[in-house]
């Protein structure tokens, strides 16, 4: 169990790295002024921008489109598209919670097996517990796949900061400061002569703070304006955080509310472990944002803000729905158990 439980970690933070680091400086040109620049959104060069062109594209059109009928206000096209999508991911959200759930269910039982075998370290004592374990996993269903379902909706998450990043530059008036001609990291380079879309009308300010414009851009009410967005952003998620941490704790204790505390399942070192680094995690992610915020333009930060708020909401309603749900797979897993051992 615990060589799987690293091969699920191993595989995770390889995914995610790579994610970042192909969402992290894959569209960053040089202009013809010789600035560092992120490629504008241009017609007759997709996939000259970085492999999220395939999904840039899109949201750029769906900005645009919503951008129209808001009146061409930028943050709230922001926050309608964020909403959209983050509605859109909610059956990855169930199926996480889902597998959650099930993991709750199936601790007490492989709190017995990892119990059986603690001080048997032979090598057939050892595949013993694996095949046990897995037998358990197969009664409650629980695969490696279900354990990354959180990650497939982060490509869409990257590509929506990817567009934020490259709408500043989508604009005819920003065209007409330069030539159009944009070098990549290799030397090539790329002549844009026509937009698909014209992001440069946008309203773009929200209480005086330019969506499109980064702290150094900006006035002093620009760079205090993203430094409480940072703000914002930070203790949102921090706030979201730990109302799971709560929720997840609430539902431990309810489960084993009517186990005598002597038979409750107790923590293993790995399982210490492993929460002591999601603690670290837990505090180190907020400040990674807010540093992420104040070195972009204010858009991101508006962005993780609603998306913060979403998700807050999003958990507050799995707060309520999860406890009957839980309830109802513990009570289909014991009429599994018991028509098993009645056959």
Avoid: H
């Avoid at 390889?14 to 959104?41: K, Q």
């Amino acid at each position: 169990m615990k060589k799987d439980l690293k091969k699920v970690l191993l595989v995770g933070l390889i995914i995610a790295v790579l994610i970042f680091g192909t969402g992290c400086g894959v569209s960053t040109f040089t202009d013809s002024n010789g600035a560092s620049v992120f490629f504008p959104i241009a017609k007759g060069l997709f996939w000259k921008g970085g492999m999220w062109d395939f999904l840039v594209y899109p949201l750029a059109y769906l900005m645009s489109f919503v951008s129209k009928i808001v009146g061409g206000n930028y943050a709230i096209t922001i926050l309608i598209v964020t909403i959209a999508i983050r509605a859109l991911a909610w059956p990855i959200y169930g199926k996480s919670n889902d597998m959650s759930l099930k993991m709750k269910l199936l601790a007490p039982e492989q709190a017995k097996i990892q119990a059986k075998y603690k001080d048997k370290t032979d090598k057939e004592s050892q595949q013993r517990m694996s095949m046990e374990t897995m037998a358990l996993y197969k009664k409650y269903k629980v695969s490696f796949t279900s354990c990354l379902m959180p990650i497939i909706q982060m490509p869409i998450f990257f590509a929506f900061y990817e567009t934020l990043r490259r709408i500043p530059y989508t604009s005819l008036a920003y065209l007409e400061s330069t030539t159009g001609v944009f070098t990549n990291k290799k030397g090539v380079e790329y002549v844009i002569t026509e937009l698909i879309y014209d992001f440069g009308k946008l309203n773009t300010k929200i209480f005086g703070i330019d969506l499109m414009l980064t702290a150094k851009e900006g006035g002093t009410w620009q760079k205090w304006g993203i430094y409480i967005l940072a703000a914002l952003v930070t203790i949102t998620q921090l706030a979201t955080q730990l109302l799971s941490q709560r929720r997840t704790k609430k539902q431990g204790e309810k489960l084993e509310s009517d186990v005598p505390e002597y038979r409750r399942t107790q923590q293993t070192d790995q399982q210490k472990q492993s929460e002591t680094m999601m603690k670290v995690m837990m505090y180190m992610m907020p400040v990674m944002m807010a540093i992420f915020v104040i070195q972009s333009t204010a858009a991101l930060g508006w962005y993780w803000f609603v998306g913060n708020l979403f998700t807050a909401f999003q958990t507050f309603i799995s707060s309520k729905t999860s406890e009957k749900r839980l309830q109802k797979l513990k009570e289909k897993y014991e009429e599994q158990e018991k028509y098993y051992y009645t056959r």
